[in-house]
């Protein structure tokens, strides 16, 4: 077995140690600074709980010491930190950051560290990076490649359609921060909440929009590879316009904890959500403009005799699958790892990937590409 710690006691936290706890594969340590959060952890022999102050350096350190990996659950404010006491102890490093600042330190410690450091491993930055991936390999010549992910509510009962299903923290994070693209070839930051687009996906319209960080690495990935880049979050229709208002006139921007605290006593959180992937590429196949497009849905479930939302099964089973993959030696096992460094058939036939998987992503030949698979 495997000593991994998990940094973060919240809904996601849990998850990830309830899915390795079951495994039998790994000895799991959830450490938070919050006793409340850590008593309703369910505990057992491979899942243990123990207090931790993630600014302590020396408690940090003592938490990490022996451990094959960490992984951080952890607000996207204190992920430098867990990653810099990971590069000093020499431990795989994990995380579920979208924001854009934090990858960019973990990706300078990686230079020298010992250890794998394999941030943006959730569902976006993460498993949508994967499938971009996956797609842009098929072309000869890659022109575009389009984004859309969405964590809803399926039955929206209030003027932003929307609950809360995910951190507070991070989802406040994205709309505010600069976000990166690739527009006519040129690497730019684009402002958030704007270039809002409609689409229809089995009959439901949605809205999506500029938010930060969805992209994780592929910027630099593509560079120069690509004429357009972007990513866009996915909500219903009229979500846009009031966050607009509430951030851009209201200026809530510049005061985030006001509007935390409005959303977490305002917005009631929901297990019975939808998430949704739908990823468009185009560009030059066998001399033809051709596009290609990945759609999924993945729902709430119950997993282990727990009812999980579908964030929870979709962000959790991201970074076990990854931690897996990180196990199995199928990836490289020091430095920094992007998510479009893991092979799509490769995450989806593990046994935590395949969370992810579609009917008609069943029975693919590994390392078949989706031109073969047309053919």
């Not at 930055?125 to 996956?134: L, N, Q, T």
């Not at 409609?198 to 560079?223: K, V």
Request: overall charge negative; proline content about 3%; glycine content about 8%.
């Amino acid at each position: 077995m495997k000593n991994v710690v998990v940094i973060g006691a919240g809904k996601i936290g849990a998850t990830i140690a309830d899915l390795l706890g079951a495994t039998g594969d790994y000895r799991v340590v959830i450490a938070d600074r919050s006793n409340e959060q850590l008593a309703a952890i369910k505990t057992g022999p491979t899942i243990s709980t123990r207090r931790v102050d993630i600014a302590d350096a020396a408690e940090l350190a003592q938490v990490l010491n022996g451990a094959f990996a960490v992984l951080s659950a952890a607000p996207y404010d204190l992920t430098t930190r867990i990653a810099e006491a990971a590069a000093t102890q020499g431990v795989h490093y994990l995380d579920l950051t979208e924001d854009v600042a934090s990858t960019r330190r973990v990706k300078e410690l990686a230079l020298t560290a010992k250890a794998a450091l394999i941030p943006q491993c959730g569902l976006a930055p993460g498993f949508i990076s994967i499938v971009a991936a996956d797609l842009a390999r098929d072309f000869d010549q890659l022109d575009s490649l389009k984004l859309r992910v969405g964590a809803l509510p399926q039955y929206p009962s209030n003027a932003l359609n929307y609950n809360l299903t995910w951190s507070t923290d991070g989802v406040i994070n994205e709309y505010c921060e600069p976000c990166e693209a690739v527009v006519n070839g040129e690497r730019t930051l684009v402002p958030a909440m704007e270039e809002r687009e409609e689409f229809s996906l089995d009959g439901i319209t949605y809205e999506a929009f500029n938010t930060s960080g969805g992209l994780g690495t592929l910027c630099d990935t593509l560079a120069g590879k690509v004429r357009t880049l972007n990513y866009r979050t996915i909500r219903y229709p009229g979500h846009c316009a009031i966050m607009k208002a509430l951030l851009q006139d209201l200026r809530l921007s510049e005061r985030r904890d006001v509007l935390k605290d409005i959303f977490e006593n305002a917005l009631p959180s929901t297990l019975q959500d939808v998430v949704v992937i739908f990823v468009t590429a185009s560009g030059r196949l066998n001399g033809r403009l051709t596009q290609q497009t990945y759609a999924n849905k993945v729902y709430s479930a119950v997993i282990g005799g727990v009812m999980r939302s579908a964030i929870q099964i979709t962000t959790a089973s991201g970074i076990c699958a990854v931690l897996d993959l990180l196990a199995e030696g199928k990836l490289p096992q020091k430095g920094f790892v992007k998510q479009e460094d893991i092979g799509l058939d490769a995450f989806l036939a593990n046994r935590f990937g395949r969370a992810y998987a579609r009917p008609e992503d069943l029975g693919h030949a590994p390392g078949e590409t989706h031109a073969a698979r047309a053919a």
